[in-house]
């Protein structure tokens, strides 16, 4: 467990784990104020920082190096918010398996809001410079079902009438490793909806969290 207090944010990352099957022996270190579990050889490395860009407050989770012919990678990020946005987003995959997403957020405006994995990890200019749509292949905006999408295009998440959302993502699209892997881009939940690429919606406005590079948490209100 790791714990840090940044003025009235208060951070926790709960799991940190690599997790090989050859029942190898585990030994614990620890790192920047965090865990590092080692299983044998298989190695998941990560750490945690705080940032402030003006009114969009970050943590940054950031997977260093892992190895392993079959490894759970698992990371979590707790947002607890004076302004009254919280959540948790948990990322999960196994091995070259499609990745899972879950997340629990409290806070926002009810209805739809727009669920994307973005080009770019960069926070300089707060939730704004996180680039367009990952999109690696060249496709078109689309929803998480169509053959044609960008990678990142992953639908809405539906918020409440008392301002929750809960939701599960599955999807292949969005790996953790290889040469598409979402590390180093940034994930976000918009303020709006997504189209699903049959209107002329293709600017939304950044409202709660964005997960990068690194996974960062944005809370901007």
């Known amino acids: 467990m790791c714990t840090l207090a940044h003025r009235s944010l208060n951070f926790n990352l709960a799991v940190l784990s690599c997790e090989s099957f050859g029942g190898r022996s585990c030994a ?20 945690f920082f705080l940032k402030n860009l003006g009114d969009c407050r970050c943590a940054v989770l950031t997977l260093v190096s892992f190895r392993s012919h079959r490894t759970m990678v698992k990371a979590v990020a707790v947002l607890n918010s004076s302004e009254g946005v919280s959540g948790t987003i ?50 078109e905006h689309g929803a998480p079902e169509d053959e044609n999408r960008h990678a990142g295009d992953l639908g809405n998440v539906t918020v409440g009438d ?51 590079d690194d996974i960062v948490v944005c809370a901007d209100e």
């Open 28 to 47: 614990m270190c620890l790192l920047f104020f965090c865990s590092l579990v080692v299983f044998g050889q298989d190695v998941v490395f990560v750490w």
């Open 90 to 139: 948990f990322f999960t995959q196994e091995g070259d398996c499609p990745t899972t997403v879950t997340g629990n957020l409290s806070g926002l405006k009810p209805g739809l809001h727009g669920f994307h994995v973005h080009a770019l990890g960069d926070t300089t200019n707060g939730c704004m410079s996180t680039g367009p749509h990952f999109n690696p292949v060249g496709k």
């Open 162 to 212: 008392d301002g929750t959302a809960t939701f599960t993502i599955i999807d292949k699209q969005i790996p953790l490793t290889g040469p598409h892997s979402i590390i180093g881009r940034a994930v976000v939940v918009h303020g709006d909806p997504d189209d699903l690429g049959k209107g002329n919606l293709s600017i939304f406005p950044f409202k709660a969290y964005v997960l990068t």
